[in-house]
């Protein structure tokens, strides 16, 4: 046999192996049926409040103050100066300790 007639059979059977699955379009199968127990009325009451409570503003997106500090800038690069010279930090991306 060629190759084209065993690629033609098993295409064929492949097909014919799948079932035809007939079902409402809707997927209705999957709705689910339940009785709420709360009015029309404390919905829509509920969604009136909705907009007054909710911020369009995205999570995380405001910028924290900056932090107030007692230390002095020169104190400071004078302290990391010193550790650097005694070897306490490393300096730069390819410092050693």
Same mark, same amino acid.
């Given at each position: 046999?060629?190759?084209?007639?065993?690629?033609?059979?098993?295409?064929?059977?492949?097909?014919?192996?799948?079932?035809?699955?007939?079902? %409402?379009?809707? @997927? $209705?199968?999957? #709705?689910?049926?339940? /009785?709420?127990?709360?009015?029309?009325?404390?919905?829509? =009451?509920? &969604?009136?409040?909705?907009?007054?409570?909710?911020?369009? %503003?995205?999570? @995380? $997106?405001?910028? #924290?103050?900056?932090? /107030?500090?007692?230390?002095?800038?020169?104190?400071?690069? =004078?302290? &990391?100066?010193?550790?650097?010279?005694?070897?306490?930090?490393?300096?730069?991306?390819?410092?050693?300790?």
């Amino acid at each position: 046999m060629s190759f084209k007639a065993i690629f033609t059979i098993s295409a064929l059977a492949a097909i014919a192996a799948t079932g035809a699955h007939a079902d %409402e379009a809707d @997927a $209705s199968q999957y #709705a689910i049926q339940f /009785q709420g127990s709360r009015t029309r009325a404390e919905v829509m =009451a509920e &969604a009136a409040r909705v907009p007054a409570t909710r911020s369009t %503003e995205p999570a @995380a $997106s405001r910028v #924290a103050a900056p932090l /107030q500090s007692r230390v002095d800038a020169k104190v400071l690069r =004078a302290q &990391a100066a010193e550790a650097v010279r005694l070897g306490q930090i490393s300096r730069g991306e390819a410092g050693h300790m």
